[in-house]
């Protein structure tokens, strides 16, 4: 019933040099439910969360929390740890995956080998939290696959006491795990878009395939690969559930620092410090999303 | 492309795909070994077997299996559209809607929630309190991945002679975006729906933080009681999303859809 | 679908969309029962009408409260079989300050927590979260053990203590913890930042180390000095992990080990507690109802339960010591063989106080991560 009023209205209301501009307006129009949902569930939580951290627990305005949060020693430390792991993650994910992806995209386009790895990539990159804790644990953890047999075979070997795997270094071991598929998704259609008229061209002028990778693939390729990377950055850097079953002692990086800050029963928690903690890391993914976007032009250029 | 090929390329390939696959296959293999241990030096299949007498756990599953196919649901009729018609109607936002669409990234999850429970709570008193309504906040996280693989889709035809041609054939609006670029976009819309359908079983941290009972938040908690079940379950969740993927054709042919038309 | 259908569906969407936003009906979600605001029993009507108002309720959310934590779990099945109440069980694993967090996200809602048991620094955190209620056996709690209000009551305590597979050696002290036997072997249940167990295991250790509980600098230390040699395990136990082998030397509450020992004794593992004389840490939690909620009488129910005989026999059974343990011994309503069975404890209980837990939670949140993060 409403639609043929509706109708009836715009269409006498807009009659004469009206059409066009409400064309162009009613455009609009079809980005509406987008944008509804991204503003109740996106848009509206960032600006809470921003604006949380300049308040104090009666709502009104203050510095202290943000200022305590950027000059704590321990939070910083944090920062630190967290930006090293998402960087080292994210170049050997995206190293790894790219050239998995390469590997993969010389071989049939339809083949079953693409589109296994294709599926498992998809899954695998959204592996994570408490089931790739379990995975690793039952890797690399105490009486874990791969612990036991070193155990029994090099006792002295570095892999057969797993207490790195608790810290650090098991987080970036643990994190490239998803970090290699994802890359591996996002960069495939990179390499799919190299024009076959290149490579032809490139032999029939008697390069070869080497050169041809060295003097076109590689550098029509780099910016989408660092690109990609910069996606795997902020991936890593905004990770939780894994770390949080994985370390139980000592909050070594922001995201469980966010979490002490969330849940402590020790009387530590804060949610202004939360929040603080949450737009720090905003402004470090957002240095690294605008970075992304820069590059994401110049790809464009090469993809049209 | 497999002409020429150096047979020093072809070692580095096979070097490459057993590093990548040992990296990521071993965790898997130790996942079903620890599985199907009981006891010292014994085997069984006693913690796949439990995954059954569950009744809280197998709920869990329903509510994230309906959860999935919510999700893709809407990415079907909400991003994808949305992606598309900004892409021929309103070229000046894109680049806004690039970067609306990287935020939820810049955004641990661990952050966005303290952002949306006040949302959530509300949405709890005067709508539902089914676990579904984090249909919402599951597609809000998948955007990344899925205005990826659309625009990626999007940008490698040619959309816009595509659809001018059908619009100069007659074809509505409706039936150009429905009949015409969708079909040519399938493979990234599948590649969006696949990945939201992995985003949305494997996430915990928002469903936990919320309150709601999904598969993740159910499998952490049985794996504080017994560890080899969660082990046996998430493998089998992993099982199950591959063997779905590999069963959705995402595959890049093309489908013929110019063809009614022609006729 | 024509472009004008595709228009006005858009424009219905938005119209949900604004509908959602701005006109929330002013639902009333606030329970209208007499229970919701009764301080006892007899206010309400008395115990027998409190049961019957529950019953009709016929459910329950409780929230953090694991089954093999200080036998919760025999309780919790007690009390759905005594009243038919189906309980919703909500985060077991949750920190009090998850149970907070729980109450004010899902305020108003129907699945918001109906009572919590809180330790001390969230408990006085948060007193206008909680209902004031008194229950039956009130006059018997000792005065320290409940806020004048109702708002708190403590429910049941333990002691620190360190549990551990006896099949590594016997542990007489906590310095043997450091030698090459243990390696890789200690754990402590919770980030002490974050966790209770865990900072009172830090309290625990600076005591046994020869500090007191105004300075857990100590008890940092020697973590530390456990994390040095290799023997500190960044693993957080649970009965998984305890059952695997995977944590076998535990700083916990003595009642949380009550279950392991007799788990592990079916498996052939002797799992033995040691808290070492004159090392009498300990803490009570707390026992709360929410003031929002859902279901009231339950809320109320279920206090009243818990601090009757067969609730606090349940704790007692797990191996904590409930607040009307004394009470019941001179009644004669204790379960004799729970009460001769709690561990032999020498000394005189040091129970730090919320000033000395909030000193010792702003130092371990500057010097925790870097005494035992791993780098």
Redesign the interface.
């Known amino acids: 019933m409403t639609s043929s009023v509706q109708e009836k209205g715009t269409g006498s209301a807009l009659r004469g040099a009206g059409p066009l501009r409400w064309r162009r307006h009613s455009a609009y129009l079809g980005v509406l439910p987008f944008g509804i949902l991204v503003l109740v569930f996106l848009v509206w939580p960032t600006y809470s969360v921003v604006t949380g951290a300049f308040q104090n627990s009666h709502g009104s305005f203050e510095l202290h929390t943000v200022k305590a949060v950027f000059t704590d020693p321990g939070h910083i430390t944090a920062f630190k740890n967290s930006i090293e792991i998402s960087a080292i993650t994210a170049l050997v994910g995206a190293i790894l995956g790219s050239l998995f992806a390469w590997a993969v995209a010389t071989g049939k386009p339809d083949g079953l080998l693409r589109r296994t790895t294709l599926s498992a990539s998809g899954v695998l990159a959204q592996f994570g939290g408490v089931m790739l804790t379990f995975a690793f644990l039952a890797t690399f953890g105490f009486n874990g696959f791969v612990t036991t047999f070193l155990a029994s075979q090099f006792p002295n070997s570095f892999l057969a006491h797993p207490d790195w795997l608790y810290g650090f270094l098991g987080l970036c071991v643990v994190y490239t795990f998803f970090q290699i598929p994802l890359m591996f998704l996002v960069f495939l259609p990179a390499i799919d878009n190299l024009k076959p008229q290149w490579r032809e061209a490139s032999s029939n002028l008697g390069g070869t395939t080497l050169e041809y990778w060295r003097r076109i693939g590689i550098p029509v390729l780099i910016p989408s690969f660092l690109g990609s990377a910069l996606l795997l950055f902020a991936n890593s850097f905004s990770a939780y559930a894994t770390a949080a079953s994985l370390i139980s002692q000592g909050s070594i990086i922001t995201p469980l620092e966010i979490s002490t800050a969330m849940s402590s029963e020790t009387g530590v928690a804060n949610a202004s410090t939360a929040k603080a903690l949450g737009l720090g890391m905003v402004i470090v993914v957002g240095v690294v999303m605008t970075l992304y976007t820069l590059m994401r032009r110049r790809v464009s250029k090469w993809e049209q | 492309m497999s002409t020429k090929r150096s047979p020093f390329l072809t070692i580095w390939r096979w070097a490459i795909m057993l590093i990548v696959s040992v990296y990521l296959l071993t965790p898997l293999a130790a996942m079903l070994d620890f599985s199907t241990k009981i006891g010292r030096g014994k085997r069984g299949l006693y913690a796949w077997k439990a995954i059954f007498q569950q009744p809280d756990l197998i709920s869990s599953i329903g509510v994230s299996l309906e959860l999935a196919i919510l999700v893709v649901l809407a990415v079907l009729l909400v991003v994808v559209p949305t992606v598309v018609w900004v892409h021929l109607k309103l070229p000046k936002l894109r680049r806004p809607l690039e970067l609306i669409c990287l935020l939820p990234l810049a955004f641990p999850a661990i952050v966005l929630v303290v952002g949306v429970s006040h949302t959530y709570n509300w949405i709890s008193i005067h709508l539902s309190e089914s676990p579904l309504t984090l249909t919402a906040i599951y597609l809000v996280l998948t955007l990344p991945y899925s205005y990826r693989s659309v625009a990626a889709a999007l940008n490698s035809v040619d959309v816009h002679t595509l659809s001018e041609a059908a619009r100069t054939l007659g074809a509505s609006t409706g039936r150009v975006l429905f009949g015409i670029v969708m079909p040519t976009i399938r493979a990234g819309v599948m590649s969006a729906a696949v990945i939201s359908i992995a985003l949305v079983l494997g996430e915990y941290t928002i469903a936990s933080l919320l309150n709601f009972q999904t598969m993740q938040v159910e499998i952490n908690l049985v794996g504080q009681q017994d560890a080899s079940i969660a082990v046996a379950v998430s493998l089998a969740a992993l099982i199950f999303v591959f063997v779905l993927l590999v069963i959705i054709p995402t595959s890049t042919k093309r489908t013929k859809v110019l063809e009614p038309i022609e006729s | 679908?024509?472009?004008?259908?595709?228009?006005?569906s858009?424009?219905?969407?938005?119209a949900l969309?604004?509908g959602?936003?701005v006109a929330?009906?002013a639902?009333d979600?606030k329970s209208t029962s007499v229970w919701a605001h009764a301080r006892s029993a007899k206010a309400g009507g008395g115990l027998k009408k409190l049961a019957a108002a529950c019953k009709k309720e016929g459910q329950m959310n409780i929230i953090a409260d694991?089954h093999?934590w200080a036998n919760y779990g025999e309780i919790i099945k007690g009390f759905a079989k005594k009243y038919h109440v189906k309980m919703n069980e909500?985060?077991?694993?949750?920190?009090?300050?998850?149970e907070i967090?729980?109450a004010n996200?899902?305020?108003?809602?129907?699945?918001a927590p109906d009572a919590f048991d809180?330790?001390s620094?969230?408990a006085y955190?948060n007193m206008n979260t909680y209902a004031a209620y008194k229950v039956s056996e009130w006059k018997n709690i000792p005065a320290a053990f409940k806020e004048p209000h109702g708002f708190l009551t403590k429910d049941y305590g333990g002691f620190m203590a360190i549990g551990y597979d006896s099949s590594l050696g016997t542990i007489s002290s906590l310095a043997d913890l450091l030698k090459p036997a243990f390696?890789?072997k200690v754990a402590?249940n919770?980030?002490?930042?974050?966790?209770?167990a865990g900072?009172m295991g830090v309290f625990f250790a600076s005591v046994a180390n020869g500090g007191n509980i105004n300075d857990v600098s100590t008890g940092v230390n020697y973590f530390k000095q456990l994390k040095d040699v290799?023997n500190?395990?960044?693993?957080?136990p649970?009965?998984?992990?305890i059952?695997?082998?995977?944590t076998p030397v535990v700083f916990d509450w003595d009642y949380n080990q009550a279950a392991t020992v007799k788990e592990l004794a079916a498996k052939g593992i002797t799992w033995k507690v040691f808290i070492p004389n004159n090392v009498l840490v300990g803490a009570y939690y707390n026992q709360a109802i929410n003031i929002n909620a859902p279901h009231p009488a339950c809320a109320r129910q279920w206090l009243e339960y818990l601090y009757s005989p067969a609730g606090q026999n349940a704790w007692l059974k797990g191996g904590s010591r409930p607040v009307l343990a004394e009470y019941m011994a001179k009644k004669g309503t204790i379960n004799k063989a729970a009460y001769a069975a709690l561990p032999k404890v020498v000394g005189t209980p040091q129970i730090p106080s919320?000033d000395q837990?909030?000193k010792?939670?702003?130092y371990?949140?500057?010097n925790?991560?870097?005494?035992?993060?791993?780098?």
């Open positions: 679908m024509s472009k004008k259908r595709l228009l006005i858009s424009i219905a969407c938005a969309g604004a959602l936003l929330a009906p639902a979600a694991p093999d909500a985060n077991p694993n949750g920190s009090s300050q998850d967090n729980a996200q899902l305020r108003g809602t129907t699945r809180l330790g620094a969230v955190a390696k890789g402590l919770g980030d002490p930042t974050k966790a209770n900072l290799g500190f395990l960044n693993v957080d649970t009965p998984a992990s059952a695997s082998g995977q919320l837990a909030s010792a939670s702003t371990l949140l500057a925790w991560a870097a005494a035992v993060g791993t780098r």
